[in-house]
């Protein structure tokens, strides 16, 4: 089967089996170096990419559902200035996931602080209003609840769950900065 | 790498009509919801796949939520986020919290409500969660050209040891239908992680209803997800008409009858998931009497 998609900025046509999952077409057929597991589905969670700016389990996405896709890996993401907050955040608590697991939960710490940042409801209401107040005020509750629950989906034990939620707050802090300077 | 092994076809139908004429003339082709329970199967790359994939993705009939003053229809391929986000007006809190509680976002935008219910081998939260909400299943039956349609109550899908039993014939879940009644005290617990640790897990949800501290319209189900579904009409029975509170004895008792119950009906419950189960059982008796003494 052919698949046209882009992987990391490149345009890229893939002859590849149709069922085959994601992670092993960029272990297999890119040559990428971040994808360092297959776990066939069992959700290790070692293998997260960013497919249309969202995170997904490369290992449970097949070749067929990746027509015109925008896959971007931890190789791409590195070079964005996104990387830079969680960087800073992993220098200042002075914690940072083991090699194995490195890229999967900076891009796992990306997902949330998109989820955290990117709310289209807020881009929905004026920027003075009580509601967007309002909102901003529970969007500084952090619902940690959630956060736990979306890092525990990689299942490496090199880090405690109190410095990573210490990682995603500081790395909020910076992002938040950020989108203020920008605005 | 994988030498021999032919790529299998992807049939993407646009329609249900579309999908009963490839269903009939591909018999084993396989029907493909979000996928991650198939991808997470042993044997499933590389592997020889005869009559090719039916890839439900383009069907947007089963893509659609509605409701109306007595029921939510929900189509089979929405996806367990999407139903998180549109249905927080709409949803009971028990579905609610069973979604919260299903997988991290990440894997939630990949699990479809009909792959969901339709894994063959294994109970999931949400079979658990809509058994106890008495929701429908609109099931398609596809046999030979001719195609029937059946509402199938979910508890009613599944065997007593959480098999799917929807035949040998070529099915499609198409839809779930939920009532708007509901009790007014619901719960849903899953402990340990039903994919990472089966053996362990032990999943809970509870519904009743409360008028003038008696209890009424108890439903109940709890699962072990490779060993058992199991609903206990002759608990939910003792339990509608008990006045609140409810005696600690009389919890403590009710409790050991569920658990003398699984032990009677199911093989396999490890020791650590009847006392799991036992437990979860009496903290909602118990919640159910703290709330009732301070109202």
């Known amino acids: ?183 | 790498m994988y030498e021999g092994i032919r790529s299998p076809v992807i049939h993407t139908p646009k329609t249900l009509s579309e999908f009963a004429t490839i269903a009939y003339r591909y018999p084993s082709a396989v029907i493909w919801a979000g996928g991650s329970y198939l991808m997470s199967q042993k044997e499933y790359y590389p592997s020889e796949i005869k009559d090719g994939i039916i890839d439900l993705g383009s069907l947007e009939e089963l893509k659609k939520i509605t409701r109306n003053d007595r029921f939510v229809e929900i189509g089979a391929m929405v996806t367990a986020s999407q139903l998180l986000f549109a249905g927080k007006l709409v949803l009971p809190p028990v579905l609610q919290e069973t979604l919260r509680t299903l997988a991290s976002q990440i894997v939630r935008r990949q699990i479809t409500v009909g792959g969901s219910l339709c894994v063959p081998d294994i109970r999931l939260a949400l079979s658990t969660a809509l058994a106890v909400l008495d929701a429908m299943a609109e099931v398609k039956y596809y046999q030979g050209g001719k195609v029937s349609t059946h509402w199938i109550p979910i508890a009613k899908l599944y065997d007593k040891d959480g098999k799917l039993l929807l035949g040998s014939q070529k099915a499609l879940l198409t839809r779930i239908r939920i009532g708007l009644e509901y009790g007014d005290y619901q719960k849903f617990v899953c402990v340990e992680d039903p994919i990472r640790n089966t053996d362990e897990c032990v999943i809970v949800a509870f519904q009743a209803n409360r008028s003038q501290n008696a209890l009424s319209k108890v439903q109940f189900c709890i699962t072990f997800p490779n060993k058992a579904f199991h609903i206990s009409k002759d608990l939910e029975s003792k339990l509608s008409g008990l006045t609140l509170p409810i005696h600690p004895e009389r919890v403590n008792t009710l409790s050991y009858e569920l658990v003398a119950e699984l032990t009677k009906m199911h093989s396999g419950i490890s020791e650590l998931q009847l006392e799991r189960g036992r437990r979860i059982f009496e903290s909602f008796l118990h919640d159910l009497n703290a709330q009732s003494l301070s109202s």
Do not use: W
């Open chain 1, 1 to 183: 089967m052919k698949i046209e998609c882009t992987i990391d900025g490149k345009a890229l046509s893939l002859s590849v089996n149709s069922n085959k999952p994601l992670s092993l077409i960029l272990m297999e057929d890119v040559g990428n170096r971040t994808i360092i597991s297959h776990c066939r589905g069992n959700a290790c969670g070692n293998c997260i990419v960013l497919i249309n700016d969202e995170a997904e389990l490369s290992c449970i996405i097949p070749a067929f559902r990746l027509r015109e896709a925008n896959i971007k890996t931890f190789e791409s993401y590195q070079k964005t200035r996104q990387y830079r907050d969680i960087e800073r955040a992993y220098q200042s608590t002075g914690n940072t996931p083991c090699p194995n697991c490195y890229a999967s939960k900076t891009l796992i710490i990306e997902s949330i602080l998109q989820e955290l940042t990117n709310s289209t409801r807020l881009k929905a209401l004026g920027r003075n209003s009580p509601q967007l107040r309002d909102e901003k005020q529970s969007e500084e509750k952090l619902d940690k609840k959630a956060i736990i629950q979306e890092l525990s989906l990689n299942t490496c034990q090199c880090m405690d769950m109190s410095e990573m939620l210490q990682i995603v707050e500081i790395a909020l802090t910076y992002r938040r900065r950020k989108r203020v300077r920008r605005n």
